[in-house]
C-alpha cells in the first residue's frame, strides 16, 4: 500500500510559479498512474493532471493546459507538478493520488491512494 506525502505549496502572486512534489512510500511506486487534483472551498475536488507508469503519457484539465506540467522520477519514488503563469483562481488545496490501473483516470474515484493535500494561495 503506497504513502503520499505533498509539498511544496505556499503563497504566491499571480503569474509566478511553484514547483510541487508528491513522494511515495512503497517499492511498486513505478506501476502506479499518478495524479493531481485540487479542492477549491466549497467546491467538488476536480482534477488537474496524470502521468503514466513511465511518464510517457501525460493528460491535463483545459484550465491548466499549457501552464502546468506534471512529471515523475521513479527512481525517487517522487511525482511532480510545475506550475506557472499561476492565476487566482488556481487557489485550493492540491493532492496527488495514485492507482494502478493503465488509464490515465480524471475522476478522484478512480483513484485508491491519496496524500493529506498542501495549500496554494495565488494572490491578485
Known amino acids: 500500500q503506497a504513502q503520499l506525502v505533498e509539498s511544496g505549496g505556499g503563497l504566491v502572486q499571480a503569474g509566478g510559479s511553484l514547483r510541487l512534489s508528491c513522494a511515495a512510500s512503497g517499492r511498486t511506486f513505478s506501476r502506479y498512474v499518478m495524479g493531481w487534483f485540487r479542492q477549491a472551498p466549497g467546491k467538488e475536488r476536480e482534477f488537474v493532471a496524470a502521468?503514466?507508469?513511465?511518464?510517457?503519457?501525460?493528460a491535463y484539465a483545459d484550465s491548466v493546459k499549457g501552464r502546468f506540467t506534471i512529471s515523475r522520477d521513479n527512481a525517487k519514488n517522487t511525482v511532480y507538478l510545475q506550475m506557472n503563469s499561476l492565476k487566482p483562481e488556481d487557489t485550493a488545496v492540491y493532492y496527488c493520488a495514485g492507482h494502478q490501473e493503465l488509464l490515465l483516470h480524471r475522476i478522484p474515484e478512480k483513484y485508491d491512494y491519496w496524500g493529506q493535500g498542501t495549500q496554494v494561495t495565488v494572490s491578485s
Open positions: 502521468i503514466s507508469w513511465r511518464g510517457g503519457s501525460t
